[in-house]
Every structure is written in structure tokens, then in C-alpha cells.
């Protein structure tokens, strides 16, 4: 069975930089889209960005375009997401999950045949 490993998340300061990682076991990324979602305390859920695996198109919810950076590397079996210019409302788990070949944006969970346990991203002063 494959599972999908999130890590980098901790507190950060306004302003700051962090970089989540999106490692799969059991099976490759190659042909896999990895969509990123969160969800804060109180708040429906997220898609925040998703890459497809087949043609490596990228998409990002609005409340992120310019901030953040999806991306992949094949060889290590996992999928980035460099996150900039952090703001308060940038605090949730962020979730990874996967779905075949291309992105569904925004994305249904329905679709999604694996998912992360989640790492805490909280952006205080």
C-alpha cells in the first residue's frame, strides 16, 4: 500500500520561509499529481497547490500565487513545496495527497487515492 510522508513544518515568523516535503512509499511519482491542501483550525479545507505528473503543470490557490513554489524530483521520490512572505493566515496542517497523472483544480478529495498525515505549519511573531 503506498503512503505519502509530509515533513518541514514549524513555527515561523511573518515574513519567513519554509520548505514542506511530500515523500511517497510503495509507488512512484512519476505518473502521480501531488496536490497540496491545508486546513486551519475552524476552516473548511484548502487545495493550495497541485503538480501533475504527466506534463508537470503546476496550479495555486490565489491566496498563494507569487508566495509559493510547487515542485518535483522524481529521482527522490517527492514533491516540494517552498513556501515565502509567510502571513498568519498561512497557519494549518498541510496535507499532501495524490491522484493519477494530472490535476483535478480545485482539487476533490474524492479523487485522491492517497494522503498524508499532515505537518503543522504556524506563522507567529
Known amino acids: 500500500q503506498g503512503q505519502l510522508v509530509e515533513s518541514g513544518g514549524d513555527l515561523v515568523q511573518p515574513g519567513g520561509s519554509l520548505t514542506l516535503s511530500c515523500t511517497a512509499s510503495g509507488f512512484t511519482l512519476d505518473d502521480t499529481a501531488i496536490t497540496w491542501i491545508r486546513q486551519a483550525p475552524g476552516n473548511d479545507r484548502e487545495g493550495v497547490s497541485c503538480?501533475?505528473?504527466?506534463?508537470?503543470?503546476?496550479y495555486y490557490a490565489d491566496s498563494v500565487k507569487g508566495r509559493f513554489t510547487i515542485s518535483r524530483d522524481n529521482a527522490k521520490n517527492t514533491v516540494y513545496l517552498q513556501m515565502n512572505s509567510l502571513k498568519p493566515e498561512d497557519t494549518a496542517i498541510y496535507y499532501c495527497a495524490s491522484e493519477v497523472a494530472l490535476c483535478t483544480w480545485p482539487p476533490e478529495d474524492d479523487l485522491m487515492n492517497a494522503w498524508g498525515k499532515g505537518t503543522l505549519v504556524t506563522v507567529s511573531s
Open positions: 503538480i501533475s505528473g504527466s506534463d508537470g503543470s503546476t
